[in-house]
């Protein structure tokens, strides 16, 4: 588990989930819109007591796109980006754990706020906004295909 000691600075720090599936045609992952701004994002959110961040970011795929599966052990990466909040901006750093999607529920918490589509790797990555996650998803897309 990371901490202060790894010189993380924990206030900045988020654990995000990359929803993945095998479709017929390849690799899919799933993006999910931010609330605010409707870009395409992947769900991510602040640590939480208690919870190694792989836990973490089941709970946030959970919330914000009804997602179950099989969360890695380790973090397949990391990427960064600013978080707009009323007062100011934070520069976050989201560790990424991959989450293989067993099912979607019907119903979540965030359900009627934010909306969720599959994409193939390379539409996934046109569609994202922050360029160190598109990174991201394209080294998991050429790990995937090895």
């Not at 588990?1 to 045609?25: H, K, N, T, V, Y």
């Not at 989450?99 to 979607?104: A, E």
């Not at 909306?115 to 790797?121: E, G, P, Y």
Request: with cysteine; glycine share 8%; hydrophobic share 45%.
């Amino acid at each position: 588990m990371l901490a202060a000691a790894d010189g993380i600075d924990l206030e900045r720090l988020q654990f995000g989930a990359l929803p993945w599936r095998r479709a017929e045609a390849g690799l899919e992952i799933m993006l999910v819109s931010s609330r605010d701004t409707k870009r395409w994002i992947i769900p991510k959110g602040w640590p939480m007591a208690g919870r190694s961040g792989g836990a973490a970011a089941a709970i946030e795929a959970l919330e914000e796109a009804g997602l179950l599966g099989v969360m890695s052990d380790e973090p397949i990466g990391h990427f960064h980006y600013v978080k707009r909040l009323t007062r100011r901006s934070d520069c976050c750093r989201v560790v990424v754990f991959a989450l293989r999607v067993v099912r979607q529920r019907a119903h979540w918490p965030e359900k009627h706020e934010r909306v969720t589509q599959w994409f193939s790797a390379g539409e996934a990555i046109a569609n994202v906004s922050d360029p160190e996650l598109a990174q991201l998803i394209e080294s998991f897309a050429r790990g995937f295909a090895s």
